[in-house]
């Protein structure tokens, strides 16, 4: 008789691994991530395959990244001096709220004076400034005697850095206020050299003229800096920006030259502000609509 072995007894170890041993093996049900759900019920709904569902993402964040660039555009103002001269606008608008972007109407080119211009500036009894770009290469030629006005604290600023003192400053930063300035202090005769752009008009001196003896010339030339059409053109393109500040007549002759090349110019609900009276008749006189900075911020804030 053969020893006695509990291999195969009922409830013995052996047989209860024998019977684990052919049981079928449970399959494990993956997890299925709620991404992954998702993909699934587009792809049963809308009939397509994983590369349509890809492709239908791809288009879903380009429209959502669109709608952002737009979103950033709201309250965006373009500053449109200089480079270097927008700290102070800069300040003003995002002080208010709003954010800025500057792209430069002007770039100043020097030019060499001739004998004339130099006698000219040598022999002023006053000097007139309605901005900071000649007044450096002015008074290279000037003599230490000479009375200076200016059309406001900027160009006040680039005189006494270049060793001068200020007689007069406008009340306000138009040409209107500096000829009514000139005219109440200064004496009948009085010799006065006006320097401006090749893009500025005869107002000033045509004001003065009754009387005081004026000289003017062009003390400088205001262009185009490369580039700046083309950034301005995208902008409006875009449909980015929210309002246009402007600080002169030229700039906003030039700004306008930029915005009528596009075909939808009319159409676009565009602010335009205007620093001063005398750039804010220029856009008036063009046939647009536009409003001085004090009065745009305060119909922004709804006062």
């Not at 008789?1 to 449970?26: C, D, F, I, T, V």
């Not at 002007?106 to 000649?134: C, D, N, Y």
């Not at 160009?155 to 300035?181: C, H, M």
Request: no cysteine; hydrophobic share 40%.
């Amino acid at each position: 008789m053969p020893p006695y072995s509990q291999k195969n007894q009922p409830g013995s170890r052996s047989a209860r691994h024998e019977a684990l041993a052919k049981r079928p093996e449970l399959v494990k049900e993956p997890k299925v991530s709620a991404i992954s759900r998702q993909v699934a019920r587009y792809i049963a709904t809308q009939g397509t395959d994983l590369a349509g569902y890809m492709t239908a993402l791809k288009e879903r964040s380009k429209r959502i990244w669109e709608n952002s660039q737009k979103q950033r555009g709201q309250g965006l103002v373009l500053l449109t001096r200089g480079k270097g001269l927008n700290q102070e606008d800069r300040g003003f608008f995002e002080g208010a709220g709003f954010r800025t972007v500057n792209v430069s109407l002007t770039g100043i080119e020097p030019i060499t004076f001739s004998k004339e211009m130099v006698a000219a500036i040598r022999h002023a009894q006053w000097l007139v400034f309605t901005s900071q770009a000649p007044v450096a290469p002015v008074l290279q030629q000037a003599t230490s005697g000479v009375k200076i006005a200016v059309i406001g604290e900027k160009t006040g600023a680039a005189v006494a850095a270049a060793g001068f003192t200020v007689d007069l400053i406008s009340p306000q930063e138009t040409k209107q206020a500096l000829v009514e300035e000139l005219k109440r202090r200064l004496p009948l005769g009085t010799q006065v050299v006006y320097p401006k752009s090749q893009l500025a008009d005869t107002s000033l001196e045509e004001n003065l003229a009754e009387q005081l003896r004026v000289t003017s010339f062009t003390g400088y030339r205001n262009i185009l800096p490369e580039n700046s059409q083309k950034r301005i053109l995208e902008l409006l393109t875009k449909k980015r920006l929210t309002a246009v500040y402007l600080t002169s007549p030229s700039a906003w002759r030039r700004f306008r030259e930029i915005y009528e090349t596009l075909p939808t110019a009319s159409d676009e609900k565009l602010q335009l502000i205007a620093i001063g009276k005398t750039t804010l008749a220029a856009i008036q006189k063009d046939g647009y609509q536009a409003l001085l900075k004090q009065e745009w911020l305060a119909l922004t804030k709804g006062e």
